[in-house]
């Protein structure tokens, strides 16, 4: 199994087919997922087309419904499930995070949906991803960085930002003006932990996590945490 390779192939997936998955596959690969902060409260279920109201132009044979108490979690939430998200393409299985998909059944701590489905339209080549220069989400443009630059992001803001430290990076997330603010507050964290992923996964042994208190405070921008890659 091997992660980091599909950081430079994926796509977000809208085509699916409507084949039957073995879903124990994802509750082994849940069991050994990699956490961002230790004790978070989160679950997720499994749903089907039918138990979602689906507002996408595409729909999924399944859903991955994720459920978090606590917003502060959202980061964690993104981190945890684009690991996932990873494997999934590592076993031909495309899929979308979706926020504009949500369950049916109504809950006060859903966060968001992933959806999933066997698929034969899910990968393409590096030319092909838009994503910001490298200069244009750090201090200092840093090669490094690219396994966050190409992460997805809610219609694609990257909301991330990295500011070199003594053994890696502060983390930062993009603040908003307020029309956009509405509509993304409930994503950005979760782009930033899906960037984080792929920082991890591309740093599986060295990648570490943890927050400062004498941080910068940079201009239009919140701290969230420092890596050591
Ligand atoms: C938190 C989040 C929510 C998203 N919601 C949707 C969605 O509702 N519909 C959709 O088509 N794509 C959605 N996307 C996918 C993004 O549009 C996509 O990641 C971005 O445009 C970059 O394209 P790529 O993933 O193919 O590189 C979402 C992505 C994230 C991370």
């Not at 996408?56 to 939430?77: Q, V």
């Not at 968001?112 to 991803?129: E, L, N, P, V, Y």
């Not at 920082?199 to 201009?219: C, G, L, P, Q, S």
């Amino acid at each position: 199994m091997n992660l980091e390779k599909q950081i430079y192939t994926r796509k977000s997936c809208r085509k699916y087919l409507d084949d039957e998955i073995d879903l124990n596959l994802i509750h082994d690969f849940m069991n050994r997922v990699k956490q961002l902060n230790e004790g978070v409260n989160y679950h997720y279920e499994i749903l089907t087309l039918d138990d979602v109201n689906n507002h996408n132009r595409f729909s999924a044979p399944y859903y991955l419904a994720i459920f978090a108490d606590r917003k502060e979690n959202y980061i964690d939430m993104g981190f945890i499930f684009q690991q996932l998200c990873l494997y999934l393409q590592s076993i031909g299985i495309g899929n979308c995070w979706v926020g504009i998909d949500a369950p049916k059944e109504k809950s006060s701590d859903f966060v968001i949906s992933i959806a999933f489905g066997k698929s034969d339209d899910f990968t393409r080549s590096r030319d092909k991803f838009k994503r910001k220069h490298l200069s244009k989400i750090s201090d200092m443009g840093d090669e490094r960085l690219i396994p966050a630059q190409l992460a997805p992001s809610a219609i694609n803001m990257q909301p991330w930002y990295f500011k070199h430290s003594a053994d890696g990076f502060d983390v930062y997330q993009v603040k908003h003006n307020i029309l956009k603010r509405q509509i993304v507050k409930k994503w950005n964290p979760i782009d930033v932990g899906i960037a984080l992923a792929h920082m991890y996964v591309a740093n599986e042994d060295t990648f570490e996590f943890y927050k400062k208190t004498d941080f910068e405070n940079i201009k239009g921008h919140t701290y969230v945490g420092s890596i050591k890659i």
